[in-house]
């Protein structure tokens, strides 16, 4: 029966940096992995980008890296559907709709706009909603839409995000109540990846690589800068000749996510003993990211091409979602009393 109807994961996007060597490990890579077991939408949250973004050129170049990048790491669209959440204008019907079931209150409560508010409360000044768009404001809501409207059963997100997908569950669980004897949303789950509760790739600084630390190894380096990059990765003083401890060294846990199993358990032996120098490490690293990202690198820049595949791609995925959203608001419609 399983097979007949297979559950839905649905995995969102936003665009706005370049994809580093972190995104790899906790999000890209999980998240491919599911579709093993479910049916796996993926979408490009460039409205929700809109939130923080201003630049109408660096939007649209986020977005296709984005897309560009998850296609570049295996994402098969014949096997899966990918498309830009803007393409979509159901959603943004849905978003009114259940804007209208929505408590205040809940969010009010969001992590992300109460960070905001508590940021302004230390900085000392009297209006604690001081630079907060209503999009920031709204932005649970709208993700709870993306979720929704595809059905999705589970939603693959990092432990930052999982409010947001309670708040779907809460939010679908209010309309139903209203409105469950015409229609039933499904009540959707997050799934957080092993990765993200215990494996966090390191950056160029020692703390935990991220795009708002400016830390990190981004994905598509041309070879030169990728080397440059690794020797930037800090060690300690420890000399060629002594042992070192491989779990404390970033240069390690970086490739510990890249090697086969066989050279990390060798490179470990080898540094536990002496003799083995950081620079040597940084060279082996080096050679294991460079040949894992070389042919990534490739179908990306040929993807980022003007006239690549990329837009038929995305155009066809949107059909398909579409076909999907229409469906459903078309059910929401008729159970609130909105019709043509
Ligand atoms: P950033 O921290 O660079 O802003 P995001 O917050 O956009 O990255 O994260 C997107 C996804 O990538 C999240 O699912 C997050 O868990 C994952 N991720 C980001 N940085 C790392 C890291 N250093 N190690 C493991 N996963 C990461
Ligand atoms: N808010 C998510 C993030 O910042 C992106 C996102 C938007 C999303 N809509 C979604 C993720 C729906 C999962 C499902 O990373």
């Not at 809460?170 to 139903?176: M, Q, R």
């Not at 390690?252 to 950081?278: C, H, N, S, Y």
């Amino acid at each position: 029966m399983e097979k007949e109807t297979p559950k839905i994961s649905l995995t969102g996007i936003k665009p706005t940096g370049e994809p580093h060597l972190g995104n790899l490990i906790g999000a890209i890579r999980p998240a491919l992995n599911l579709t093993e077991q479910y049916d796996s939408i993926y979408f490009i949250a460039d409205y929700h980008a809109l939130t923080s973004i201003r630049d109408p050129k660096l939007l649209r170049h986020y977005t296709r890296s984005v897309a560009a990048t998850w296609m570049a790491a295996g994402l098969d669209p014949q096997e899966t559907i990918i498309y830009r959440q803007s393409d979509i204008p159901e959603i943004f019907e849905l978003h009114w709709a259940l804007s209208c079931v929505t408590a205040k209150g809940l969010m009010n409560r969001a992590h992300a706009y109460k960070a905001a508010r508590d940021q302004n409360a230390a900085a000392g000044r009297d209006d604690l909603d001081a630079g907060v768009n209503m999009g920031l404001y709204n932005y649970p809501v709208l993700m709870a839409v993306d979720i929704l409207i595809m059905g999705s059963d589970v939603v693959p997100v990092g432990k930052d995000q999982l409010q947001h997908v309670e708040y779907a569950a809460d939010i679908a669980g209010t309309f139903n109540h209203l409105y469950g004897d015409a229609y039933e949303f499904k009540i959707p789950q997050a799934v957080v990846p092993q990765e993200d509760t215990g494996r966090t790739l390191p950056g160029l600084d020692g703390r935990k690589m991220s795009k708002s630390y400016d830390n990190t190894i981004p994905l598509f380096l041309p070879e030169g800068k990728l080397k440059k990059l690794v020797r930037r990765i800090p060690t300690d003083s420890t000399s060629v000749e002594e042992p070192k401890d491989p779990d404390s060294s970033s240069v390690f846990q970086i490739l510990e996510q890249f090697a086969t199993p066989e050279v990390i358990a060798d490179t470990r032996k080898r540094l536990m003993a002496g003799g083995v120098g950081w620079g040597e490490l940084k060279n082996q690293l080096f050679e294991v990211l460079n040949e894992e990202l070389t042919p990534m690198r490739e179908r990306y820049n040929a993807l980022m091409e003007p006239d690549s595949q990329l837009e038929t791609v995305l155009s066809e995925g949107a059909e398909k979602a579409r076909d999907r959203a229409q469906n459903l608001l078309g059910s929401v419609r008729s159970a609130i009393g909105i019709s043509r």
